[in-house]
């Protein structure tokens, strides 16, 4: 039998922002099922589990005083505020994860996306891994019909997220690859085409193992 070159590569973090309503959760979710070495990990959040939420699969439901202590310590890759509940990315779940041989999809909001870019970026262990991505909306008349058609949110907020959207748009360039969002297939594609380009990076490459 033929020895066989396999690849030692490191695991990726893949972090993956867009305005809300763009598509980075049907993204996400697409990835999830499509590449079988990419994994969630499950945030941290202040608030009361809703039924059928189950502690450590839906989140970690962190009491304030716990979550407080763990922003100061600088436990979280990224955190923040929303309607008075904290909510964060713990760096030991990452951690865990990539140490584990598995890539990691971080799927956040524009501003949590800044800030987990560079604080992994300033990360011995994270910096080597991340690979940043920036779905853009193909139009904003595109975006408000998603925004509508995802049917969460009242005609106040969707106009407030649509403003926010123009500012936001501005930050494609802070990222490795900008995608402009087209079909739900089109999106896909375009991410696998990233994550296996990733793994054949030679920088990515521990080394070459001939079986
Ligand atoms: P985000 O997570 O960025 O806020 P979502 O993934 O929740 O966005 O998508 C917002 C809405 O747009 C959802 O109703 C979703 O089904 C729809 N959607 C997502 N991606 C596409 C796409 N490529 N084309 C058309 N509709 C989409």
Redesign the pocket.
């Known amino acids: 039998m033929n020895p066989g070159i396999g690849r030692d590569v490191v695991p990726l973090l893949f972090l993956v922002t867009?305005?809300?309503?763009?598509?980075?959760?049907?993204?996400?979710?697409g990835l999830l099922e499509a590449v079988p070495s990419l994994v969630r990990v499950v945030t941290c959040t202040t608030r009361s589990p809703r039924p059928g939420e189950v502690d450590g699969v839906d989140y970690h439901f962190l009491a304030r005083g716990d979550f407080e202590a763990r922003v100061s310590a600088g436990e979280f890759l990224e955190s923040a505020e929303v309607y008075g509940n904290g909510y964060g990315t713990l760096r030991s779940e990452v951690v865990r994860r990539m140490d584990a041989g598995l890539d990691v999809l971080l799927?956040v909001?524009v501003q949590g996306a800044e800030t987990l870019r560079a604080k992994a970026g300033a990360d011995s262990l994270l910096s080597g891994s991340l690979v940043s991505v920036f779905?853009m909306p193909?139009s904003l008349e595109?975006l408000e019909?998603?925004?509508r058609?995802?049917?969460?949110d009242s005609a106040e907020v969707i106009a407030c997220r649509l403003a926010f959207a123009l500012s936001e748009m501005e930050h494609w360039r802070r990222f490795d690859y900008v995608v402009v969002?087209?079909?739900?297939?089109?999106?896909l594609a375009a991410m696998r085409g990233i994550l296996a380009s990733e793994k054949l990076r030679v920088g990515r490459t521990r080394g070459l193992v001939i079986g």
């Open positions: 867009a305005p809300s309503g763009a598509g980075k959760t049907t993204v996400g979710r799927s909001d779905i193909p595109e019909r998603r925004l058609g995802r049917n969460q969002s087209g079909s739900r297939e089109d999106d």
